[in-house]
C-alpha cells in the first residue's frame, strides 16, 4: 500500500502544521499508519524515524518523545485519512514527512523511539520547514 503525504510547508518556530495522509482504492481504517520522517545521511538507503502511530480503530497510539507534547495524531476514517497535528514547531522537526503502514498496532509501543523503518514503498512525502 502506497501512501501519499501532504499539507506541508514553511512555518516559523512556534507555529503549527497539519499533515494528512491519504491512500486511492484502499480502505486505511483496516490499517495502523506511522508518521516518519527522513532521517540525514540516511536518505538513500530508504530509512526513515518513527514520528507517531495510529492503530485501525484509534484506540492506540505512539509518539517519539520529543514531540509527543506537541505533536497528534489522528485518523478520519469516514475521509480515509490519518492527520497529523504539529504544534510549536521548533527548527529540529524541518524533514520530509511520509506515512507507512504497519504491521499490527502493537507496533506503535516502538515509536517513543528511536524507531527506525526501512522501504522500498515509500510513497509521496511533504516538506516542513521551520525557520528559526
Known amino acids: 500500500v502506497q501512501l501519499q503525504a501532504s499539507g506541508g510547508g514553511l512555518v516559523q518556530a512556534g507555529g503549527s502544521l497539519r499533515l494528512s495522509c491519504t491512500a486511492s482504492?484502499?480502505?486505511?481504517?483496516?490499517?495502523?499508519i506511522g508518521w516518519f520522517r527522513q532521517v540525514p545521511m540516511k536518505e538513500r538507503e530508504g530509512v526513515r524515524e518513527g514520528v507517531a502511530c495510529i492503530s485501525g480503530s484509534a484506540d492506540k497510539t505512539g509518539y517519539l518523545d520529543s514531540v509527543k507534547d506537541r505533536f497528534i495524531i489522528s485518523r478520519d476514517n469516514a475521509k480515509n485519512t490519518v492527520y497529523l497535528q504539529m504544534n510549536r514547531l521548533k527548527a529540529d522537526d524541518t524533514a520530509v514527512y511520509y506515512c507507512?503502514?504497519?504491521?499490527?498496532?502493537?507496533?506503535?509501543?516502538?515509536?517513543?523511539?528511536?524507531?527506525?523503518?526501512?522501504?522500498?514503498?515509500w510513497g509521496q512525502g511533504t516538506q516542513v520547514t521551520v525557520s528559526s
Open positions: 507507512l503502514t504497519e504491521s499490527d498496532d502493537g507496533q506503535c509501543k516502538y515509536y517513543s523511539g528511536p524507531y527506525f523503518r526501512a522501504s522500498d514503498s
Open positions: 482504492g484502499v480502505n486505511l481504517e483496516n490499517y495502523v
